[in-house]
Structures are given as C-alpha cells and as structure tokens.
C-alpha cells in the first residue's frame, strides 16, 4: 500500500511539474504564420481572389502574448484583435477567446517548446506560432 501511495504521489508531482514547465515556456511573446492550403481554397476563388487572398495572407504580421496569468493576446489576424485565457499541459495549449464561443482551439507544442501548431479548418492548412 505504501508503495501504492509513493507511486501516486510522485505521478502527482510529475504531473505538476510538468504543467509548471509547460505554463513557463509558454509565457512571452509568438509570432504567428499561416501556411494555407492554396490548391483546396484556390478552386472555390477567381483568380483575382486568390492572388487578393495570398497577398492579404503573405502580409500578416500575426504576434500573440501569452501572460503568466493565463491571460493572452493576439493581433495582426485575420480577425482583428483577440484576447482570452489559456491552459497548457507539456504538450498541448488550449486557447479560450470569449469572442469565438466555440470550444477551445488546441495547439500542439513541438519538441523543444519552440513552436506550436494548429490544423485549420477544413484541411485548408496549419497556422504555427514560433517564440520570439
């Protein structure tokens, strides 16, 4: 039993501290790249569009903050400003925006904790933010 009760514990604690490490690495300031999936979204666009939707991509300039607080902010999206809380565990980031009302948009953390990534919708491609 009182094997039982050390293993526990020190799963425990692990646990913790992993979530304490990934919650450190998180905190700073990312920047954001979208690589966008052109030849699924390019057969529902004209041409024009399409070259008007690349440009528009190509010129983001997307930074998000992640605080200590759990807090975060993002701007230079597609969608304007954006803020709301986070929660990380060693290797996912979930992002909660009140603005969305949708469920949580999970990153997946790479090894090394330099980047993170998400899928976008659909198939149409992924969106990575890297550690400044």
């Given at each position: 039993?009182?094997?039982?009760?050390?293993?526990?514990?020190?799963?425990?604690?692990?646990?913790?501290?992993?979530?304490?490490?990934?919650?450190?690495?998180?905190?700073?300031?990312?920047k954001g790249h979208l690589e966008v999936n052109?030849?699924?979204?390019?057969?529902?666009?004209?041409?024009?569009?399409?070259?008007?939707?690349?440009?528009?991509?190509?010129?983001?300039?997307?930074?998000?903050?992640?605080?200590?607080?759990?807090?975060?902010?993002?701007?230079?999206?597609?969608?304007?400003?954006?803020?709301?809380?986070?929660?990380?565990?060693?290797?996912?980031?979930?992002?909660?925006?009140?603005?969305?009302?949708?469920?949580?948009?999970?990153?997946?953390?790479?090894?090394?904790?330099k980047s993170m990534s998400t899928a976008l919708?659909?198939?149409?491609?992924?969106?990575?933010?890297?550690?400044?």
């Amino acid at each position: 039993m009182k094997h039982f009760q050390k293993l526990v514990t020190g799963i425990i604690l692990f646990s913790f501290c992993a979530v304490a490490m990934a919650s450190t690495s998180i905190v700073g300031k990312w920047k954001g790249h979208l690589e966008v999936n052109w030849a699924k979204l390019g057969s529902k666009m004209s041409p024009d569009q399409l070259a008007k939707a690349k440009k528009q991509v190509g010129s983001l300039k997307i930074v998000m903050e992640f605080k200590a607080n759990k807090t975060f902010t993002a701007s230079g999206g597609p969608m304007g400003p954006q803020s709301g809380t986070w929660t990380a565990t060693a290797t996912e980031v979930d992002l909660i925006s009140p603005k969305a009302k949708s469920k949580p948009q999970a990153f997946s953390i790479a090894k090394g904790g330099k980047s993170m990534s998400t899928a976008l919708p659909g198939g149409a491609g992924k969106f990575t933010l890297t550690k400044s």
